[in-house]
């Protein structure tokens, strides 16, 4: 599907800042942008899913994407709005780190589709072969100090100093969109509103080099606003760090619950940067929520959609079953019908014990197992074990236990070798080895 590029980011809120001219642009003749991605990790995180979401709207648009993954700068480091330098990777985890990131951006965009099949470059490629009295004839004398050290990003660092590896950081994100325009045509750079110096500076450095003929500008910056959460505090993070891309980081079931949770207040924002729904499904989304808010309808929608795309529609189904199991209805019935190969995933975070199968075989009773057995980790003592049996408190694969005396031979082991005790609302798995 062909839509207006600028018109969609528009209304979606996802249009912070561009250069005179980007839109004629856009609207003249197919366009290949592109967006730069810091391999520091073998993943990204759902920071980088707002700039993400522009490349995929430039490729339905009709445009062309490019991902640039930055082998060199990522053996720099960006100073924009960082407090301190940033350690150096080496060239061998850079490699491996952009292959993870290559994989998850072919989640979003279409690497073979035609003429505007995505693409994706590592500025390591051009760089590694440029000494540096060349860099300087070839970038540094068209960009003066002063104006170098106008951009906001420099200006921060300054007042706690700023290395002059990171002050020519931006002179190579600058080269690159250079470079980038001259070998393949690539006429814009997007990013985050934070990264609006960097991209500026390369269309400075294009214009310099290959001249301004009556005002036309050839190179074009477009930025998207940094999402924030309603209360203006930073998006993207849980109690545990970054919510990574990669599942081996941030569990599929991990990752569903952390846009679950989110405020009803941030939602219609999350949906337009994140969704791929249209005006008409969001809308519609946000009048069926408001009528019954504590169905959590958009959180669902965002979840299900986010998580079905990055991780898979099998990945997202096996989060419902856990999803079910840990704080739905679940039976007996359903726990049965988990493979041997989902426990590892549908109980990632829960609490679990190890015991032999000796032991196993040798204990009698419910009181013995969820105490003794299990060293007192799902509950203190044989006494606190008894109260809550009593108050109905203790379930054993989703069954109640009706007796503190209860034989463990009327429980029988999922798939041989696991079995799940509730406390509550909380859940333990005891796991056979």
Same mark, same amino acid.
């Given at each position: 599907?062909?839509? *207006?590029?600028i018109?969609?980011?528009?209304?979606?809120?996802?249009?912070?800042?561009?250069?005179?001219?980007?839109?004629?642009?856009?609207?003249?003749?197919?366009?290949?942008?592109?967006?730069?991605? *810091?391999?520091?990790?073998?993943?990204?995180h759902?920071?980088?899913?707002?700039?993400?979401?522009?490349?995929?709207?430039?490729?339905?648009?009709?445009?062309?994407?490019?991902?640039?993954?930055?082998?060199?700068?990522?053996?720099?480091? &960006?100073?924009?709005?960082?407090?301190?330098?940033?350690?150096?990777?080496?060239?061998?985890?850079?490699?491996?780190?952009q292959?993870?990131?290559?994989?998850?951006?072919?989640?979003?965009?279409?690497? &073979?589709?035609?003429?505007?099949?995505?693409?994706?470059?590592?500025?390591? &490629?051009?760089?590694?072969?440029?000494?540096?009295?060349?860099?300087?004839?070839?970038?540094?004398?068209?960009?003066?100090?002063?104006?170098?050290?106008?951009?906001?990003?420099?200006k921060?660092?300054?007042?706690?100093?700023?290395?002059?590896?990171?002050?020519?950081?931006?002179?190579?994100?600058?080269?690159?969109?250079?470079?980038?325009?001259?070998?393949?045509?690539?006429?814009?750079?997007?990013?985050?509103?934070d990264?609006?110096?960097?991209?500026?500076?390369?269309?400075?450095?294009?214009?310099?080099k290959?001249?301004?003929?009556?005002?036309y500008?050839?190179?074009?910056?477009?930025?998207?606003?940094l999402?924030?959460?309603?209360?203006?505090s930073?998006?993207?993070?849980?109690?545990?760090?970054?919510?990574?891309?990669?599942?081996?980081?941030?569990?599929?079931?991990?990752?569903?619950?952390?846009?679950?949770?989110?405020?009803?207040? *941030?939602?219609?924002?999350?949906?337009r940067?994140f969704?791929?729904?249209?005006?008409?499904?969001?809308?519609?989304?946000?009048?069926?929520?408001?009528?019954?808010?504590h169905?959590?309808?958009?959180?669902?929608?965002?979840?299900?959609?986010?998580?079905?795309?990055?991780?898979?529609?099998?990945?997202?189904?096996?989060?419902?079953?856990?999803?079910?199991?840990?704080?739905?209805?679940?039976?007996?019935?359903?726990?049965?019908?988990?493979?041997?190969?989902?426990?590892?995933?549908?109980?990632?975070?829960?609490?679990?014990?190890e015991?032999?199968?000796?032991?196993? &075989?040798?204990?009698?009773?419910?009181?013995?197992?969820?105490?003794?057995?299990?060293?007192?980790e799902?509950?203190?003592?044989?006494?606190?074990?008894?109260?809550a049996?009593?108050?109905?408190?203790?379930?054993?694969?989703?069954?109640?236990?009706?007796?503190?005396?209860?034989p463990?031979?009327?429980?029988?082991?999922?798939?041989?070798?696991?079995?799940?005790?509730?406390?509550?609302?909380?859940?333990?798995?005891?796991?056979?080895?």
């Open positions: 599907m062909h839509t *207006d590029f018109e969609e980011l528009r209304w979606r809120g996802m249009l912070h800042d561009m250069m005179p001219g980007t839109e004629e642009q856009l609207k003249k003749e197919m366009t290949t942008g592109y967006i730069g991605f *810091d391999p520091t990790a073998p993943s990204l759902i920071g980088n899913l707002a700039t993400i979401m522009l490349l995929v709207h430039l490729q339905r648009a009709g445009h062309k994407p490019v991902a640039l993954v930055g082998g060199a700068t990522g053996m720099i480091g &960006d100073p924009s709005f960082k407090a301190s330098e940033r350690s150096f990777l080496d060239e061998d985890t850079l490699r491996v780190n292959e993870g990131i290559r994989r998850q951006l072919e989640q979003f965009l279409d690497f &073979d589709c035609g003429e505007n099949s995505a693409e994706m470059v590592n500025n390591y &490629d051009w760089f590694k072969n440029i000494g540096f009295l060349e860099f300087l004839r070839e970038a540094g004398k068209f960009l003066s100090v002063n104006y170098m050290m106008s951009k906001d990003s420099v921060k660092r300054l007042e706690t100093g700023i290395s002059f590896t990171e002050f020519s950081y931006q002179l190579l994100q600058g080269y690159d969109f250079y470079h980038l325009y001259k070998t393949k045509n690539v006429r814009l750079q997007m990013g985050g509103s990264q609006w110096g960097n991209i500026t500076t390369g269309t400075e450095i294009i214009r310099r290959e001249g301004d003929e009556e005002g500008f050839k190179a074009y910056a477009l930025t998207t606003p999402v924030t959460k309603a209360d203006g930073k998006f993207g993070k849980s109690e545990g760090g970054n919510i990574w891309l990669d599942p081996a980081r941030t569990s599929p079931y991990e990752f569903y619950q952390f846009w679950l949770n989110q405020s009803d207040e *941030d939602l219609p924002r999350y949906l940067v969704s791929l729904k249209n005006r008409d499904e969001i809308e519609a989304l946000e009048v069926s929520h408001a009528a019954e808010p169905l959590r309808i958009m959180q669902k929608a965002l979840a299900s959609e986010l998580t079905a795309r990055i991780h898979s529609e099998q990945a997202y189904q096996l989060v419902l079953k856990a999803t079910e199991v840990l704080y739905g209805k679940a039976t007996l019935e359903t726990l049965k019908g988990i493979a041997l190969d989902e426990f590892d995933t549908i109980f990632t975070g829960v609490p679990q014990t015991i032999t199968r000796e032991v196993w &075989d040798t204990t009698t009773n419910i009181t013995d197992l969820v105490s003794v057995v299990t060293n007192n799902i509950y203190a003592s044989k006494g606190e074990a008894r109260r049996i009593q108050q109905n408190a203790v379930s054993i694969n989703k069954v109640k236990v009706t007796s503190a005396e209860q463990l031979s009327e429980f029988s082991l999922l798939q041989d070798k696991f079995l799940l005790v509730s406390k509550g609302k909380k859940n333990h798995l005891i796991r056979i080895a």
